[in-house]
């Protein structure tokens, strides 16, 4: 879902595009934020022509050997779509205040389809880190035969000044810490045969 000022900045991209070239679009952005391999397809897509509701997309992702083996168990990263992202500010000074082109809050609803024979063997311990102005939650869920992911990072700032720099990179640091979290899947021992 976008909302608010990103909503409006595809919405004004996709004025002079067609339904194909709005579903690549769609496609490659979610696509860069996966590991190299992962194949997206965009099922759904509305709200386009009006401003009155969140731009909304509906996405199926397959991300082929996302999951890496450590002897019989299966290890799982949760922070599928920030596997490739990294701390923006990973420098120790700064000279400059810290300007965000807009508040913004960013979240993820996800539900992973477990391979089948698979269990939920540990999953991290949700995490809350709320800096007033800056927030971030994330929960992890087992429902059946797969994960609920659920990813919420929240920005009510767009000035930042330099005292404050310390402060908002540990933040950031703390979220891809929470980003890189994992679960660990076991295979279900076998039915016993009469």
Known sequence: MFDGQEALIRRLRAIDQDEAQRRKELEESVQH??????????????AWETSETPLTAQFQVQVPNFASRA???????????H?????????????????????????????LILPPNTQVESLPPHAIIDRGLCAYESSFEKQGNSLH??????????FLPVTNYLALRQFFDQ??????????????????KN
Do not use: C, W
């Not at 934020?33 to 509305?46: C, E, F, I, N, T």
């Not at 490739?84 to 810290?98: D, E, L, Y």
């Not at 979220?175 to 016993?192: F, G, K, M, N, T």
């Open 175 to 192: 979220v891809r810490s929470s980003d890189e979290q994992q679960a660990i899947l076991q295979p279900q021992p076998q039915a016993l």
């Open 71 to 81: 002897g019989q168990r299966l290890v799982l990263p949760l922070g599928i779509f």
């Open 33 to 46: 934020s996966l590991p190299q391999g992962a194949v997206v397809k965009l099922l759904s897509a509305g």
């Open 83 to 111: 596997a490739n992202g990294q701390n923006p500010f990973i420098s120790a000074r700064r000279t400059h205040p810290i300007s965000f082109e807009y508040p913004y809050e960013a979240s993820d609803d996800v539900i």
């Open 149 to 158: 992911l659920k990813r919420t990072l929240k920005m009510q700032i767009y």
